[in-house]
C-alpha cells in the first residue's frame, strides 16, 4: 500500500495512555489519528482495578528490597513471582531494578513520582470537567488493612513519606474503627490507613472508551492497525504496519507493554518488561463494600466496578509470551472468600493483563533519542490510569515544543 494521506500526529496505542493523549492533542487544535491492533481499551486498560492510586508515590525497586525478593520470586503463587522459564530473560531488567534500590536513585525516583502524580491529580480533574465524566468516577476513599500492630509498624516509614509529600490520610489501631469506614471485615484485620482523597473509575474499560467517544466526535479518527516499526524520514515519520505505510508529522508511542518492541525499530533498547497481573470480576456484589479495599501484604485488591467486584492485584514477572497462570487468581478469589465474611465466590471471571513495567517504576515521557518526531509515553507499571491524564498534557506540551509543567529529565529513557 503506497503512502496515506498525511496525518498531523498518529497515536499509536488506544489504551488509557494512548486515548487521553489523543484528546489532548485534539483540544490543541491538532489533526490526530488514533491507532490500535485490538481496539479500544482492549488490554491492560480493560480489566484492571480503576484505581486513580496517586497515593502511591513509592517505586517498587526500594532499598533493601532484594533480600525480601529471593522469597516472594520463589513462591509461584505469591504476591510477587517470577516465572522459572522466564529468568534468563529478565537478568537485564532485574539489573537494572536492583541499581534502582541505590536509596539516592531510591529518593529521586520518588521526587519524580510525587511531581508526576499532583500534576495528573490536577490534570485528572480538569478532564473529568470537560468530558462531563464525573458519573463515571467514585470518590470513596481508599483502605490498607493489616494484621496485627508488627504489620502495621512495618509500613509507618512508608505513610510518613507520604505525609511528608502532601498526602492526607489517617491510621486506625482498631477493629472497631475499621468497621466505621468498613464493616464487616474478619477480625483479623486490627490495623489500616484510610485514604480519603482516593478515587476510582466505576470501570476503567467504560471510562477509556467515554474518553474515545469524545475524541471521535470532535473529529478525531481511529483505525485498526497492527504496528511494525516506526522510521523517521525528512519532515515526517513512517509508520509501517501490517498493510502498508502511514505517515505523519509526528508520532506519539503509548502502546504499553508492547511499545519496546517499536521503540527497538528505531535502535533502543529500553528495558521494558511486564507486570502481569490477574483478577476475577464478579457481576454482583455480595458484599457491602464501602471502600477500595487493600490487603497490603496479600498484595491484591478489591474494588466495585459496575455494580460488581473485582478482585485483583500481584505482580508476575512473566513476559508477554507465556500462557497464563489462573491459579494465581484463584488464590485471590479463595483469600477473598476468608477475609470478607459472606463474599460469595461463584460467577466470577477471570482476566490477565501486560502492565508495561520499568526497573524504576517512572514510565518514558520524552522525545525518543535520536527520532525527535517520535515521542514516548509508556512503561507506567499499575499507575497508567492513575498518571494518564498528567501524561496526556505532557505529551501535548513535547509535541508543542512548550516547557512542561514538570522536570521531564527522570522520565527520559537514556536514563537507563
Known amino acids: 500500500m503506497p503512502h496515506q494521506s498525511h496525518t498531523e500526529i498518529i497515536v499509536i496505542g488506544a489504551g488509557i495512555i494512548g486515548v487521553t493523549t489523543a484528546l489532548a492533542l ?18 491492560t486498560s480493560r480489566g484492571n482495578a480503576g484505581a486513580f492510586a496517586f497515593a502511591e508515590v513509592e517505586p517498587l525497586a526500594t532499598p533493601g528490597i532484594m533480600r525480601k525478593a529471593p522469597k516472594w520470586l520463589l513462591d509461584p503463587l505469591g504476591p510477587l513471582s517470577l516465572r522459572p522459564e522466564y529468568a534468563l530473560k529478565i537478568l537485564p531488567w532485574m539489573l537494572h531494578f536492583w541499581r534502582a534500590t541505590a536509596p539516592s536513585r531510591h529518593e529521586a525516583a520518588v521526587a519524580a513520582q510525587v511531581s508526576l502524580m499532583n500534576l495528573s491529580r490536577n490534570a485528572l480533574e480538569r478532564l473529568i470537567t470537560k468530558v462531563g465524566g464525573e458519573p463515571l468516577m467514585r470518590r470513596e476513599g481508599q483502605l490498607q488493612v493489616y494484621e496485627g500492630r508488627a504489620q502495621f509498624e512495618a509500613t509507618l516509614p512508608a505513610w ?57 466526535a470532535a473529529g478525531g479518527e481511529f483505525a485498526l492497525a497492527d504496528i511494525r516499526a516506526v522510521a523517521p524520514r525528512d519532515g515526517g515519520v513512517d509508520v509501517q504496519t501490517e498493510s502498508g505505510t502511514l505517515s505523519a508529522a509526528q508520532v506519539v508511542v503509548a502502546a504499553g507493554a508492547w511499545s519496546h518492541r517499536i521503540a527497538r525499530s528505531l535502535g533502543h533498547r529500553i528495558p521494558l518488561e511486564t507486570e502481569r497481573g490477574y483478577n476475577t470480576t464478579f457481576p454482583t456484589a455480595s458484599f457491602d463494600l464501602r471502600t477500595h479495599l487493600t ?33 494465581r487468581a484463584e488464590i485471590l478469589v479463595r483469600k477473598t472468600t476468608e477475609f470478607l465474611p459472606g463474599f460469595d465466590p461463584s460467577g466470577g471471571v477471570q482476566w490477565m493483563g501486560f502492565r508495561p513495567s520499568l526497573p524504576d517504576s517512572l514510565p518514558v515521557i520524552a522525545r525518543a533519542p535520536g527520532a525527535e518526531r517520535v515521542i514516548y509515553a509508556f ?21 508543542a515544543g512548550r516547557p512542561a509543567e514538570i522536570n521531564l529529565a527522570p522520565f527520559d529513557p537514556r536514563r537507563f
Open 160 to 216: 510518613e513519606m507520604r505525609r511528608r509529600h502532601g498526602i492526607a490520610f489517617d491510621l486506625l489501631e482498631s477493629p472497631e474503627a475499621i468497621a466505621e469506614i468498613q464493616p464487616g471485615l474478619h477480625p483479623r484485620f486490627t490495623h489500616a490507613g484510610f485514604t480519603p482523597g482516593w478515587m476510582n473509575t466505576v470501570d476503567p474499560a467504560r471510562w477509556t472508551e467515554h474518553l474515545a467517544k469524545a475524541f471521535v
Open 295 to 327: 490487603f497490603a501484604n496479600h498484595g491484591f485488591v478489591v474494588s466495585k466496578i459496575g455494580e460488581g467486584l473485582r478482585v485483583g492485584g500481584a505482580v508476575e514477572l512473566g513476559g508477554l509470551d507465556l500462557p497464563p497462570n489462573y491459579r
Open 26 to 43: 485534539q483540544a490543541e487544535g491538532r489533526k490526530v489519528r488514533l491507532l490500535d491492533r485490538k481496539g479500544i481499551a482492549a488490554e
Open 379 to 399: 512503561g507506567h507499571g499499575h499507575l497508567g490510569l492513575t498518571q494518564s491524564a498528567g501524561t496526556a498534557e505532557l505529551v501535548a506540551a513535547l509535541v
